[in-house]
């Protein structure tokens, strides 16, 4: 069953599926650690309601607080009037690396995402920015608000995905409106023929299946931005404007992949991973730990992609016989680095765990 269901969104049989309908399913840690930029097949999907078929003249509106309402077909967003762009930029999911915290405690309702719920990928489409300059921003206008087509059950009441960021943020030359995605039409699975791309925030607000941009005064009202994807205290219930609303990410590195095979005794061993800055900063270094936090050593930082994507890195190992506790951790250009354990990290929605990056790998004894 799960075979077809990744089979019928193009993705490869040893995906993990959380859930068929919605389909909601991640790349194996191991495959997304081996291309810097993510192949369609190895980019997690996230989706809160069933994917929307669209009609062939489905168009985007552009509307609020503007002197001047836009109604655009896909057609006249890419006909030339506005400059066309490319943004690499990863997206990473606010409940990725959550397994981690219900490793803690149990996080009833929510996917058990493990360290797969991110990718990078090259964007192309039009600025945002230049879409708002055409509509004419009211003064009052202070957040933009991005709507999809299609309607999610499990929010209450069921309704459209959406969420806004900041005008400030909108307007920033790396927000993106998307129709290719590594270079290839947009795949309707993530978001095809339209999604919004907002680099550097959570993927909550990289909507998908976009239907209408709306100039507010205040952030996005609804279920997804007024109740969930907002970090809220051990023991409460997530309740409109409860809890802190989640907007830009934050500092995150794992591990993402040793070779295939199990590793032998005294022969080297190549850890894979990604650091990942918040806020406009970059990575500036990497820590990597095989003995439980005791010493860390340098990784080597792979190709910069620019300031919205990950960084890559790698480091050689040889590890003696036994379990090993493989932590890494990332420090950024204000000298920030990462928590330690998940377990401060812990909050009833299992959002935003930044904690260093863990793997245990174990080396058999070497052969007599
Ligand atoms: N319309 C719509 N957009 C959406 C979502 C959704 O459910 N509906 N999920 C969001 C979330 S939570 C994430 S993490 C990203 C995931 O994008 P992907 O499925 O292309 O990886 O899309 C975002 N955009
Ligand atoms: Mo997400």
Redesign the pocket.
Known sequence: MIGAVNQRFGKPADTIVHEQDPFNAEPPRGALGREAITSFER???????VVPELPADATLRVEGLVDEPLELSFEQLRDGRFPQVEVTAT?Q?AGNRRVELIAIRDIPGEASWGSG?T?TAVWRGVRLADVIAAVGPRPEARHAAFV?A?R?EEAKPPQR?GGSVPLEKALRPEVVLAWEMNGEPLPSV??GPLRAVVPGYI??R????LHRVELRADPFDGYFQETAYRLIRPGEQPAPGLGIELGEILLNADILSADDAPPRPGSPLELRGYALAGGGRSVSRVDVSCDGGETWNAARLLEDLGPWAWRLWSLRVELPPGEHQIFARAWDTSGGTQPESPATLWNPKGYMNTAWGRMRISVAPAES
């Open positions: 980019f997690y999907v996230r989706g809160h309601g997206l999911c719920a990718g999809g299609e999610a995905f993530h978001g993927g909550a990289s909507v998908k299946w």
